[in-house]
C-alpha cells in the first residue's frame, strides 16, 4: 500500500517563505510524477504544481515564480519551495502521487495547512 505523507505547513506573514516536503512509501518512487495541491476554504482544490518522474516541472499561472518544486528519489520525496507568500496563498497543500498515468493521482496525502497572514 502505498502512503504519501506532507510535512512542513505552518503560519507565515506575507512576504515569507515556507517549504513543503512529501515522502512516498514505494521502490518505484522514481517512476512516478508528483504533484502539489491546494484547497481554500469554500474553495474547489486546485493544481498548484507537477513534476515527472524525469524532472519536468509545471506551474500554475498563480505560482509561477514564486514556488519552486523538486524531487529527491534517493529519500522519495517531493519538495515544494513556496516563497514571496501572498495571503491568498492560504489553503490546505496536498501532495499527490500519479504512479501509472501522467496527470492520474491514485494517492493522495492527507493534507498540510499553509497560513499566511497579511
Known amino acids: 500500500q502505498v502512503q504519501v505523507v506532507e510535512f512542513g505547513g505552518g503560519s507565515v506573514q506575507a512576504g515569507g517563505f515556507l517549504r513543503l516536503s512529501c515522502k512516498a512509501s514505494?521502490?518505484?518512487?522514481?517512476?512516478?510524477?508528483m504533484g502539489w495541491f491546494r484547497q481554500a476554504p469554500g474553495k474547489e482544490r486546485e493544481f498548484v504544481a507537477s513534476?515527472?518522474?524525469?524532472?519536468?516541472?509545471d506551474y500554475a499561472e498563480s505560482v509561477k515564480g514564486r514556488f519552486t518544486i523538486s524531487r529527491d528519489n534517493a529519500k522519495n520525496t517531493a519538495n515544494l519551495q513556496m516563497n514571496s507568500l501572498k495571503p491568498e496563498d492560504t489553503a490546505v497543500y496536498y501532495c499527490?502521487?500519479?504512479?501509472?498515468?501522467?496527470?492520474?493521482?491514485?494517492?493522495w496525502g492527507q493534507g498540510t495547512q499553509v497560513t499566511v497572514s497579511s
Open positions: 499527490a502521487a500519479a504512479r501509472l498515468k501522467p496527470g492520474s493521482y491514485d494517492y
Open positions: 514505494g521502490r518505484t518512487f522514481n517512476s512516478w510524477n
Open positions: 513534476i515527472t518522474w524525469n524532472g519536468r516541472t
